[in-house]
């Protein structure tokens, strides 16, 4: 759409050499000779550019801005004086105009001017929308659920978030921990500061503190540049500690200075340097039972525990489901041009049977494989992965109806069978049918458990 401009002129000519010179331009332009009459065409958001003269009877250019600023303090308006009036231009720029331009005019400095005002006006459009969209996506309603557990999650969040004090959020791994943690910062006092987040356990111990603290030239043999830390970067914001739990004795004693003093030292520095930071800390370990075994500092475990948010899996509240495949649904639809509408009552019941090891993260992964194969609009059985659909294979034995026409021993053997099956089943289900990890909660070799998967047929598209 082309971008529209408003020109306020009361002299006829001026207005017309406008108007032609922006229209060439391919601009939407609307007219007014007047303050009043442009006050009377005004609206907030009609406008992308409103070019005003300084000098016309009634109400002048200084009134006229004043009143659409107070309407809608974040409209762009272009001066136009005459030349040699370069301070009223100037005290114009101060009460709020974007800039100005003199006449009589260039039609290449009219072009720049209002070329300059509407990437101006782009991109502030652009960061308003984006900033809005992070809001959305932090806020409490992108983190999804209804059940009991997830509400009391919900009111811990609201009361702790303006609160600037130090969260610790316990959960198992893909729970959404980090998610919780860009929310609480979202609605935080510091929104408008930094989120800057770390994995502890993704990163060698020897780089970790370099990472966490910065380092100095020279500090170490790869050591070629000055190095910011994450403390640094997250100054007047807030740090997510993920996996906090993974940190070395030596690293926690650092990291529990800067709670108690507010400063640090970069690596291979003597200088202190000060930080306001808020820290957000995050594990799917016991922290307790790490202390009991020394493997935590009970001084950092209980200043980072000023407030805990529990996290919980995704089996512990079966109810939610249908929510998340809701608020996947439309991510998805969204993200690969999918126009998924429905679940069948067969996928959803398996959804809902299946223990979820992975939680949401797990389930936000079958939901997305299952959106892009489908190829109708609506998910079904087969769209889900293979382990998924096995659930239904899960039997109990049943001796009411066992074949007697069969000898003993060969009843037996379909009974054992059944159980065995049974049992690698649920090994599977159990480690997300990763192989080698149900083979040794089985205690047999890997080799052996593939043998039995491929005699149950528990084996799909296996190249």
């Given at each position: 759409?082309?971008?529209?401009?408003?020109v306020?002129?009361d002299?006829?000519?001026?207005?017309?050499?406008?108007?032609?010179?922006?229209?060439?331009?391919?601009?939407?332009?609307?007219?007014?000779?007047?303050?009043?009459?442009?006050?009377?065409?005004?609206?907030?958001?009609?406008?992308?550019?409103?070019?005003?003269?300084?000098?016309?009877?009634?109400?002048?250019?200084?009134e006229v801005?004043?009143?659409?600023?107070?309407?809608?303090?974040?409209?762009l308006l272009?001066?136009?004086?005459?030349?040699?009036?370069?301070k009223?231009?100037?005290?114009?720029?101060?009460?709020?105009?974007?800039?100005?331009?003199?006449?009589?005019?260039?039609?290449?400095?009219?072009?720049?001017?209002?070329?300059?005002?509407?990437?101006?006006?782009?991109?502030?459009?652009?960061?308003?929308?984006?900033k809005?969209?992070?809001?959305?996506?932090?806020?409490?309603?992108?983190?999804?659920?209804?059940?009991?557990?997830?509400?009391?999650?919900?009111?811990?969040?609201?009361?702790?978030?303006?609160?600037?004090?130090?969260?610790?959020?316990?959960?198992?791994?893909?729970?959404?921990?980090e998610?919780?943690?860009?929310?609480?910062?979202?609605?935080?006092?510091?929104?408008?500061?930094?989120?800057?987040?770390?994995?502890?356990?993704?990163?060698p111990?020897?780089?970790l503190?370099?990472?966490l603290?910065?380092?100095?030239?020279?500090?170490?043999?790869?050591?070629?540049?000055?190095?910011?830390?994450?403390?640094?970067?997250?100054?007047?914001?807030?740090?997510?500690?993920?996996?906090?739990?993974?940190?070395?004795?030596?690293?926690?004693?650092?990291?529990?200075?800067?709670?108690?003093?507010?400063?640090?030292?970069?690596?291979?520095?003597?200088?202190?340097?000060?930080?306001?930071?808020?820290?957000?800390?995050?594990?799917?370990?016991?922290?307790?039972?790490?202390?009991?075994?020394?493997?935590?500092?009970?001084?950092?475990?209980?200043?980072?525990?000023?407030?805990?948010?529990?996290?919980?899996?995704?089996?512990?509240?079966?109810?939610?489901?249908?929510?998340?495949?809701?608020?996947f649904?439309?991510?998805f639809?969204?993200?690969?041009?999918?126009?998924?509408?429905?679940?069948?009552?067969?996928?959803?019941?398996?959804?809902?049977?299946?223990?979820?090891?992975?939680?949401?993260?797990?389930?936000?992964?079958?939901l997305?494989?299952?959106?892009?194969?489908?190829?109708?609009?609506?998910?079904?059985?087969?769209?889900?992965?293979?382990?998924?659909?096995?659930?239904?294979?899960?039997?109990?034995?049943?001796?009411?109806?066992?074949d007697?026409?069969?000898?003993?021993?060969?009843?037996?053997?379909?009974?054992?069978?059944?159980?065995?099956?049974?049992?690698?089943?649920?090994?599977?289900?159990?480690?997300?049918w990763?192989?080698?990890?149900?083979?040794?909660?089985?205690?047999?070799?890997?080799?052996?458990?593939?043998?039995?998967?491929?005699?149950?047929?528990?084996?799909?598209?296996?190249?």
């Amino acid at each position: 759409m082309a971008a529209k401009i408003l020109v306020v002129d009361d002299d006829q000519s001026f207005r017309f050499l406008l108007l032609e010179a922006l229209r060439k331009e391919g601009y939407d332009v609307t007219i007014a000779s007047s303050g009043e009459e442009a006050l009377s065409l005004y609206k907030p958001g009609c406008f992308d550019v409103v070019t005003l003269d300084i000098k016309m009877p009634g109400m002048d250019g200084f009134e006229v801005l004043t009143h659409i600023k107070k309407i809608d303090p974040e409209q762009l308006l272009v001066i136009i004086t005459a030349y040699g009036a370069q301070k009223i231009a100037i005290e114009a720029v101060k009460k709020g105009a974007y800039d100005y331009f003199t006449k009589p005019f260039e039609i290449d400095e009219l072009r720049v001017v209002v070329q300059r005002a509407l990437e101006c006006n782009r991109l502030h459009r652009e960061n308003k929308e984006l900033k809005n969209k992070l809001e959305r996506q932090y806020d409490f309603n992108e983190i999804v659920g209804a059940s009991g557990k997830m509400m009391e999650v919900f009111e811990v969040m609201k009361k702790i978030s303006a609160a600037d004090i130090t969260v610790l959020i316990q959960g198992e791994s893909g729970t959404g921990k980090e998610l919780v943690s860009r929310a609480i910062h979202a609605n935080s006092l510091r929104k408008n500061g930094p989120f800057v987040k770390i994995n502890c356990a993704a990163i060698p111990e020897g780089v970790l503190e370099s990472e966490l603290f910065g380092h100095e030239k020279g500090a170490f043999t790869d050591a070629l540049f000055k190095k910011i830390g994450r403390f640094e970067a997250a100054n007047h914001g807030t740090i997510f500690l993920d996996e906090i739990g993974d940190m070395s004795l030596a690293t926690q004693a650092k990291v529990l200075r800067v709670l108690q003093e507010r400063e640090f030292e970069r690596v291979g520095s003597t200088g202190s340097i000060k930080v306001d930071v808020r820290i957000v800390a995050a594990t799917n370990k016991d922290l307790v039972r790490s202390v009991k075994e020394e493997q935590f500092r009970e001084d950092l475990y209980y200043r980072i525990n000023v407030v805990s948010v529990y996290l919980p899996p995704l089996r512990l509240r079966h109810e939610d489901i249908p929510l998340l495949f809701e608020h996947f649904m439309r991510r998805f639809n969204k993200e690969f041009n999918k126009s998924i509408k429905h679940i069948s009552l067969e996928a959803m019941e398996l959804l809902m049977k299946y223990s979820w090891p992975g939680n949401v993260r797990e389930l936000e992964n079958v939901l997305q494989r299952a959106i892009v194969l489908a190829e109708k609009d609506i998910i079904t059985k087969k769209d889900l992965p293979f382990y998924l659909q096995c659930i239904d294979h899960e039997t109990k034995v049943d001796t009411e109806s066992i074949d007697f026409s069969k000898s003993l021993p060969n009843t037996v053997k379909d009974v054992v069978d059944n159980v065995e099956k049974q049992l690698i089943l649920k090994a599977l289900n159990k480690t997300n049918w990763n192989r080698t990890e149900a083979a040794q909660l089985l205690r047999i070799s890997r080799k052996s458990l593939f043998n039995k998967m491929k005699r149950f047929n528990l084996i799909e598209n296996e190249e």
